[in-house]
């Protein structure tokens, strides 16, 4: 297993666990502060200010931008959080350098990567350091590889970017239930980028709500009673997305999961919620898919 070192000039240096001196990275990888959460929430965003050393970073192996898929390893910051003078070799670098380090094992700094994913299914990784810079995702495979170090493939959280361009004029000419649905739709996609999966979905049935006040007339209506109406009969696939959306509320009780035998909402769930409300504007006429390029 390695240790990492970084000072305060960003310069990374290595060495095994228990090996005597460090080595300067000739080239620096790419490291990026983490955030490991285990009950997504309302406010999904790394909470780190100008100056705060980071407790866990992600070490880039390697990444595909088109799949989406990144490769690395976690760290946590040892030694109290304070820096820590290290001996680089006389080679690669120079002698007393004070850097802060970090191992490729949790020690006491929390749960390790292996048993934080099979506690929280739905948890996730925010790399970034707040809220204004950071990137969602989940993690989808670890394999230990032979000095022990635990690499973790990652797969970008999707944008979600499957809500179809609307046809504000076709909206807003539904007066202030169309401007309903427009804010709605601002929330969601909102959400999409910093929320956790159930609010994800909530503000999905919540666009999905307002979008059926509008199209049928019926105002101050829940989404269940307004899926019953008979003319989104005539829309095919309209009313069961409506009635999925709907039923997906109840998963957020642990009462009502117990009773029903239904699973906990998870990132998938909130990708097929948006999925559902981009399709109903499609299919209703006030939107269009943009074309893949």
């Known amino acids: 297993m390695h240790t990492i070192g970084i000072d305060d000039n960003g310069r990374v240096y290595q ?30 965003a790394p909470k780190m200010t100008p100056g705060d050393i980071p407790g866990i970073i992600f070490r880039e ?3 595909d931008p088109l799949s989406r898929v990144r490769q690395g390893w976690f760290y946590w910051l040892q030694e109290q959080g304070q820096p820590f003078e290290i001996n680089t070799d006389s080679i690669s670098g120079p002698p007393g350098i004070r850097a802060y380090i970090y191992q490729s094992t949790s020690n006491n700094h929390g749960p390790s990567p292996r048993e934080w994913i099979k506690v929280h299914p739905s948890a996730l990784v925010l790399l970034g350091r707040n809220e204004k810079a950071f990137s969602i995702w989940s993690v989808v495979n670890m394999e230990a590889n032979f000095t022990g170090d635990l690499l973790i493939t990652m797969h970008a959280r999707r944008t979600f970017g499957i809500l179809p ?18 804010r709605r739709l601002d929330i969601l996609a909102d959400e999409t980028h910093r929320a956790g999966p159930f609010s994800v979905v909530n503000a999905a049935r919540e666009a999905a709500a307002a979008i059926f ?3 049928l007339d019926r105002p101050g209506e829940d989404l269940g009673a307004l899926v019953k109406d008979e ?4 829309v095919a696939g309209v009313k069961s997305m409506g009635e999925l ?13 117990t009773k029903r035998k239904m699973p906990v909402i998870v990132d998938r769930d909130a990708e097929l919620a948006v999925l559902c409300v981009g399709t109903i504007l499609r299919d209703i006429g006030w939107a269009e898919w943009s074309p893949i390029l």
């Open 15 to 44: 060495r095994q666990v228990r090996g005597p001196n460090w080595e300067t990275l000739a080239s620096a990888p790419l490291i990026i502060p983490a955030t490991l959460v285990e009950q997504p929430d309302n406010d999904l």
């Open 231 to 234: 003319r989104l009969k005539q």
């Open 61 to 63: 192996y390697a990444y």
């Open 213 to 215: 006040i509008a199209y």
């Open 165 to 182: 361009q609307t046809r504000t004029d076709l909206i807003l000419g539904c007066g202030q239930y169309g401007e309903e649905v427009l």
């Open 245 to 257: 959306l709907a039923r997906y509320h109840a998963r957020d009780k642990p009462a009502e999961r």
